[in-house]
């Protein structure tokens, strides 16, 4: 038996094992951002104490000839886009549509850019009333935390529904928040349904950020 022989094959094999070992690990990373990508979109934001009746606003305002519905939203918030489309599929699905309210917080160090996101959704949702909330004070009265977050209030002041519309951080589709709003809108009772709102926190400084 040749030298070369004895020499180069341990040398193959051990190519071969550390290719495995290197397909391993590589495999084992994308579980792992797989994994952490699910858990950061799945897991759902702060959701506060809602008032179950109307609380008065000097910003927005009941509307008592059919039930009101607000969506407070972080204008950097990456999740926005899929609760704005989710709200239009409400608005489009209901046969008693709701006074629709978008409540934009306003904080220092935005400029233009939340200029250019409330055109945004006042393109998107052009239904909707959309008011600048300064530092969060709106959403502070309403009990609203996390971007996404909706309510809706009957005609008397009464909590219909609190929560969020998507189903999971940014994924558009059929999910229990979107139906339980419309049937809170058609119900047209004291009844509060509540979901999880998958979203960024109002006052997050990087709510771009997984």
Not at 48 to 71: C, H, K, Y
Not at 75 to 81: D, G, K, M, Q, S
Not at 88 to 115: N, Y
Request: hydrophobic letters at 40%.
């Amino acid at each position: 038996m040749s030298s070369y022989f004895v020499t180069s094959f341990p040398r193959r094999r051990l190519t071969a094992i550390v290719a495995v070992f290197a397909v391993v690990l590589w495999s084992a990373a994308v579980v792992a951002g797989i994994q952490r990508i699910w858990s950061y979109e799945s897991t759902p934001g702060e959701q506060l104490q809602v008032p179950t009746r109307w609380p008065g606003s000097s910003l927005v305002s009941i509307d008592g000839e059919r039930a009101t519905l607000m969506m407070f939203v972080h204008p950097l918030c990456v999740c926005t886009r899929a609760s704005l489309t989710e709200l239009r599929e409400v608005l489009a699905t209901t046969d008693r549509s709701p006074a629709v309210w978008i409540v934009v917080l306003s904080a220092q160090g935005f400029g233009k850019e939340l200029e250019e996101r409330i055109a945004e959704i006042a393109r998107r949702v052009p239904e909707a009333t959309i008011v600048s909330d300064v530092e969060g004070s709106v959403a502070d009265t309403f009990g609203a935390s996390t971007s996404g977050h909706v309510v809706v209030y009957d005609r008397e002041g009464g909590l219909l529904f609190s929560g969020g519309i998507t189903g999971a951080r940014g994924h558009v589709g059929d999910n229990a928040g979107r139906r339980d709003v419309i049937t809170a809108l058609h119900d047209d009772r004291d009844d509060s349904h509540e979901h999880p709102i998958f979203g960024c926190g109002l006052d997050d400084p990087e709510p771009r950020q997984p």
